[in-house]
C-alpha cells in the first residue's frame, strides 16, 4: 500500500497544470472565482481550447478523440482542472451524449456527430425528465409514433420535457420516448436525437431559485423525427440511459470542486478575521467547521482514490464506489453554506452580471448565495440521493 | 498509489481473520469476561503462538518489524471479534514505549517475553485533574542517588489490574520521564474494574515506590518525544479496531434486517431503515479510507503525520457513534441487551472514542494546525 502518485502521475499533474496555467484565459478563470455565470460562448471558447489540445472529450474511446489514460490519470486531470478554476465543458455533450454515441452509434451518426459533439459545434441538451416522470424516469409518457408518408418513416412525437437544462441554446436533443405501452414501463423506451429547430418545439424557460434561467420546459406538437436518429434498437433506450447514467466515475465526488472551495474558504477566514468582519468567537467557530469538513472532505478524498485504484486494474462494483455520489453532493452543498454563512447581510444583493462582471474581491459576496441556492440541484438530478440510496439498499446490500 | 495487500499482508490477515471467527466466537469472549482476569489466557496464548505479540517489534529485538499496515490489518480482526485481551495495553501502547525509548538492555529483558505472552506490561499515564490526553503528569520521581522514588496516582491504566510491569510517566526537574515499576513493588495498589467496554481498567496508586536507575526509559525529560509517536501510532491502531467493531456491527445489522419479520415482512424492506443502513456503510467506508491512511501516515513528516492521525481519529468518533447507535436501534430492544453482540460492539466503539483523544479533542489539534491540508497542499 501506498499513498503517493508515481513520478509519471506527478509529471502528468504538472504538464497538465503548466497547460491551464497558459491556455485558460483570464476573464474565464475571473469568471469562475466569481461563481459568475458562464454564457454560453463562455462554455464553448473553453471547450475548443481543450479540444485543440485533445483533452475536451478525454474519457471517449481514442479512435474518437479520447486519450487512453489510466483512471489515475483522469483523476488527476479533473482536479486539476478544478484547482486552476476551469470550467468544465457541457457535460451533455463531454459526458452524456458523447459517450453514448461511441458505444451505440451507427457509423453514419459517428461520423455525423462526434467531432461536432467534442468542439460543441453541436450544443446538446438532454430531455429526460418530464412533469410525471423524475425519480420515476421510466414512467415517461412523451410518446414517439411511428409513421409513413411521402417523405419516407418517421416519428411523430407529442408531449413535454421538463428541466431540461439549457435548451434555449441547445442545436439538438437527446431524449427518451415511449414507443411502445404494452410491457413493463422500462421497455417500449426509445432514445432519440431531434433538431431542436424542427417544427413543433416550444421551449419555455423556467427561472430557478438562483435566479438563473437554465432550467426549461420543452412541448412536442406533433414533431416529425426521422427515423435513423434513433440511437441502439427502438424500444431499447432504457438500456442506452442506463449506460449514460453510470459509465464514468474516477470524478464522480467533485473532490477538485470542494477542494477548490475549500481554498477559497480558508482564504476569507484569513480575510474576515483580519477586517474586523469576524470576531474571536465567531473566528473559534468557523475554525472548527472547517476542521470538521476537511476531515470529511480527506475521507471522501481517500474513498474516491480507493476507487480510481480498483477501476486500474478492473474495478467492478464496490461499497466505495457506491457512496461518492451521495457523499461527493453533500460535500459540494456544505461548502456553499459555510461560504453563504461567512458572506452574511452583506451577501444579500444579487450579483449584477448582466451589466458587468463581479468585483474581482468582493464578487464572491453577491455570488454566495445564488450558488448555494443552485447547488441543491446537486443532490437532486441525475438520480436523486434517496434514488442512489434505495439502489445501494438493493444492490450492495441485498435489502 | 496503492490500496492492495501484498502477498505477506494478505496472508497475516487470512490468519488473523480466520483466528478470530474460529477461536473468539461471542459465547468465548462472554466467558472470558467472567474469568477472575476478564479476558482470556488462552485467546492471548493463541495470538502469541501466530507471531502476533511480537509483530511490530525490531527484528533484533526478536520481533517481525511488521508496520503500520500490518498494524492495521491486526487490530482490524480483532475489532471484529471486540477482543478485550490485553494486545494494545501491552504490545501497543507499553510495547511502543520499549521500542521508540527503551536502552538494548531494556528490550532484551522484555521483549522476548511479551512477544511469548508470558508478561504483561501497562502504559500508566492517565491522571485525574489534568486535562485530557496531555503529555504530562503530576505523579514525581524523585532521585534518590542509585535509583528514583515515584509518588502519585494513575487512572484508566488499561489491563493494570493484570500487568506484571507497569510503564509510568513522572515529572523530574528535566521534564517528563518514562519508568518501569513492577506491579509486586513496595508502595504500588491496583485497584482493578471492569471497563463498560470489557476491558479491564485500574487505578494504580504509587505511594513512596522506589525503582532503580536501570529502570529509567531512555533519559530524564525524554517522555513527551518518547510518548508523541506511541500515542500516534497507538491512535492509528484504535482507528483500525474501530473499523473492525463497525464492519462487524453493519454485518450483523443487515443479517438482522434481513431475517427479522414484524408486520409479515423483513424489517429490511422498510425504506426508512434502507437509507439509515446505506449511511451506516457510508461511514464504514469513509473510516477504513482514514484508517488506511492513518496506517499509511506513521513513517511520515510529523506534523502531516499527525493531521492525517487527528483527521482519522475524529472520522471514527463520529463514524462509530453513528454505527453504533443506528445498529442498536435496527435492533430494537434485543440491542440493548447484554446477550447480544451488537450492544457490546456500541460499548467498545464509544470507548475507543474516549481514548487517546475524543473527536472533539482531534478537531482541536488540527484547528491549531490550520486544518488537515498542510499549506502545501
Keep these: ?399 | 498509489m496503492d490500496f492492495d495487500l501484498n502477498d505477506e499482508q494478505k496472508m497475516l490477515q487470512e490468519t488473523v481473520t480466520r483466528f478470530v471467527a474460529e477461536t473468539y466466537d461471542f459465547q468465548k469472549r462472554e466467558h472470558a469476561l467472567k474469568t477472575p482476569d476478564g479476558w482470556s489466557r488462552e485467546a492471548y496464548a493463541g495470538l502469541a503462538e501466530m507471531g502476533l505479540l511480537a509483530l511490530p517489534f525490531a527484528e533484533e529485538d526478536g520481533g517481525f518489524g511488521g508496520g503500520g499496515v500490518e498494524m492495521m490489518i491486526v487490530m482490524e480482526a480483532l475489532g471484529r471479534g471486540l477482543m478485550v485481551e490485553p494486545y494494545f495495553a501491552t504490545v501497543v501502547l507499553a510495547g511502543g514505549v520499549l521500542r521508540h525509548g527503551a536502552s538494548e538492555r531494556q528490550r532484551a529483558d522484555i521483549v522476548p517475553a511479551i512477544a511469548a505472552g508470558d508478561r504483561i506490561l501497562a502504559l500508566a499515564h492517565n491522571e485525574q485533574g489534568l486535562p485530557r490526553h496531555t503529555l504530562a503528569a503530576r505523579t514525581t520521581a524523585s532521585a534518590t542517588g542509585d535509583g528514583w522514588t515515584l509518588d502519585g496516582c494513575k487512572i484508566a491504566v488499561l489491563h493494570g489490574q493484570s500487568a506484571d510491569t507497569f510503564i509510568v510517566s513522572a515529572m523530574t526537574p528535566e521534564g517528563l520521564s518514562l519508568f518501569l515499576v513492577d506491579a509486586g513493588a513496595d508502595g504500588v495498589t491496583v485497584e482493578g474494574k471492569r471497563g463498560y467496554d470489557g476491558v479491564p481498567v485500574a487505578t494504580v496508586a504509587l505511594a513512596g515506590v522506589n525503582v532503580p536507575n536501570e529502570a529509567l526509559i531512555g533519559s530524564t525529560g525524554q517522555g513527551e518525544g518518547i510518548l508523541s509517536p506511541v500515542f500516534e501510532e497507538a491512535t492509528a491502531a484504535l482507528v483500525a479496531e474501530a473499523v473492525g467493531a463497525m464492519a462487524e456491527t453493519f454485518d450483523v445489522t443487515v443479517d438482522y434486517l434481513k431475517t427479522r419479520q414484524q408486520f409479515g415482512v423483513a424489517i429490511g424492506s422498510f425504506q426508512a431503515l434502507q437509507h439509515r443502513t446505506v449511511e451506516m456503510l457510508m461511514q464504514l467506508e469513509l473510516s477504513r479510507s482514514m484508517s488506511i491512511l492513518a496506517a499509511l501516515s506513521l513513517d511520515i513528516d510529523a506534523d502531516q503525520r499527525s493531521r492525517n492521525i487527528s483527521a482519522a481519529k475524529a472520522q471514527i468518533g463520529k463514524s462509530g457513534r453513528i454505527i453504533g447507535q443506528e445498529a442498536v436501534q435496527m435492533h430494537g430492544a434485543i440491542g440493548i441487551t447484554a446477550e447480544y453482540k451488537v450492544g457490546h460492539a456500541f460499548k467498545r466503539l464509544t470507548a475507543i472514542d474516549a481514548l487517546l483523544g475524543d473527536r472533539d479533542w482531534h478537531l482541536a489539534r488540527l484547528v491549531e494546525k490550520r486544518g488537515v491540508y498542510s499549506a502545501a497542499a
Aim: hydrophobic share 40%; with cysteine; proline share 4%.
Design chain 1, 1 to 399: 500500500m501506498k499513498l503517493d502518485f508515481t513520478p509519471e502521475e506527478t509529471a502528468f499533474r504538472d504538464e497538465v497544470r503548466s497547460f491551464l496555467k497558459d491556455a485558460l484565459p483570464e476573464d474565464l478563470r475571473r469568471k469562475m472565482i466569481n461563481r459568475d455565470h458562464l454564457t454560453k460562448e463562455d462554455t464553448v471558447r473553453w471547450q475548443r481550447i481543450l479540444n485543440a489540445r485533445g483533452w475536451a472529450v478525454t474519457h471517449w474511446p481514442v479512435e474518437y478523440g479520447g486519450q487512453a489514460w489510466t483512471p489515475a490519470q483522469r483523476y488527476i486531470f479533473q482536479e486539476e482542472m478544478a484547482l486552476a478554476h476551469a470550467p468544465e465543458g457541457s457535460p451533455f455533450n463531454v459526458n452524456m451524449i458523447g459517450p453514448v454515441l461511441c458505444k451505440f452509434g451507427t457509423p453514419a451518426q459517428k461520423e455525423r456527430f462526434l467531432a461536432a459533439t467534442a468542439n460543441i459545434d453541436i450544443w446538446w441538451c438532454q430531455g429526460f425528465s418530464e412533469p410525471g416522470a423524475g425519480s420515476d424516469l421510466a414512467s415517461l409518457k412523451t410518446t414517439a409514433v411511428r409513421a409513413t408518408d411521402a417523405d419516407g418513416d418517421h416519428y411523430v412525437l407529442n408531449g413535454q420535457k421538463i428541466w431540461t437544462t439549457q435548451a434555449q441554446h441547445a442545436d439538438w436533443m437527446f431524449g427518451l420516448f415511449r414507443t411502445d405501452n404494452s410491457g413493463k414501463k422500462q421497455q417500449g423506451i426509445t432514445f432519440l436525437l431531434l433538431d431542436m429547430q424542427t417544427p413543433g418545439i416550444t421551449v419555455r424557460p423556467i427561472e430557478t431559485i438562483d435566479g438563473e434561467h437554465d432550467a426549461n420546459e420543452v412541448f412536442f406538437d406533433d414533431v416529425r423525427i426521422p427515423v435513423e436518429n434513433v440511437i441502439g434498437e427502438e424500444g431499447r433506450g432504457w438500456d442506452v440511459a442506463k449506460h449514460l447514467l453510470g459509465s464514468e466515475r474516477s470524478g464522480i465526488a467533485r473532490i477538485g470542486l470542494s477542494k477548490e472551495r475549500l481554498s477559497q474558504l480558508r482564504a476569507l477566514e484569513t480575510r474576515l478575521a483580519r477586517d474586523g468582519t469576524l470576531g474571536e468567537e465567531e473566528q473559534r467557530r468557523l475554525a472548527h467547521k472547517l476542521a470538521e469538513v476537511e476531515v470529511e472532505l480527506r475521507a471522501l478524498e481517500l474513498t474516491q482514490l480507493r476507487v480510481v485504484a480498483a477501476d486500474a486494474h478492473g474495478g467492478g462494483a464496490n461499497a466505495a464506489a457506491s457512496i461518492l455520489k451521495v457523499k461527493g453532493t453533500e460535500m459540494q452543498q456544505r461548502m456553499t453554506e459555510l461560504v453563504t454563512e461567512l458572506a452574511g447581510p452583506a451577501g444579500l444583493a444579487m450579483p449584477d452580471h448582466d451589466h458587468a462582471p463581479n468585483d474581482p474581491d468582493d464578487g464572491w459576496v453577491h455570488a454566495a448565495a445564488p450558488f448555494y441556492f443552485t447547488m441543491r440541484k446537486v443532490s437532486i438530478f441525475g438520480g436523486s440521493n434517496e434514488v442512489q440510496k434505495n439502489i445501494i439498499a438493493k444492490t450492495m446490500l441485498g435489502l
